[in-house]
Nanobody, 128 residues
Framework: QGQLVESGGGSVQTGASLRLSCVASGISLSRYAMAWFRQAPGKEREFVASISRLGGVTYYRDSVKGRFTISRDNAKNAADLQMNSLTPEDTAVYYC?????????????????????WGQGTQVTVSS
């Protein structure tokens, strides 16, 4: 059974950078689209970024465009999220997710129920 493990979270100040990593075991990520979601205190979990199986297609939520970059290394069975220019609004638990479904549309990549595999989350806290 597949398992995803995130790492790289932490507490930083506004303007800092963090790089989150998601490593898979039990499944080959080359067969999976990957995504990052986040959940802030008192809010619903929301889409952050996604990347197609071969990495050719990426999507981002508007508030992170130009600051966050999703990438993947199928040889390492991993996917990363580089986060720059962090603000307090980015404070949340970040989750990586994997989907072996056919995701043809952008809306599919953004839909949580299309991702059967989830990590346990890593906390990102940005202070002003």
């Amino acid at each position: 059974q597949g398992q995803l493990v995130e790492s790289g979270g932490g507490s930083v100040q506004t303007g800092a950078s963090l790089r989150l990593s998601c490593v898979a075991s039990g499944i080959s990520l080359s067969r999976y689209a990957m995504a990052w979601f986040r959940q802030a205190p008192g809010k619903e979990r929301e889409f952050v970024a996604s990347i197609s199986r071969l990495g050719g297609v990426t999507y981002y939520r508007d508030s992170v465009k130009g600051r966050f970059t999703i990438s993947r290394d199928n040889a390492k069975n991993a996917a990363d999220l580089q986060m720059n220019s962090l603000t307090p609004e980015d404070t949340a638990v970040y989750y990586c997710a994997a989907s072996d479904q056919e995701l043809y549309k952008e809306t599919s990549y953004r839909t949580q129920r299309r991702y059967p595999y989830w990590g346990q989350g890593t906390q990102v806290t940005v202070s002003s």
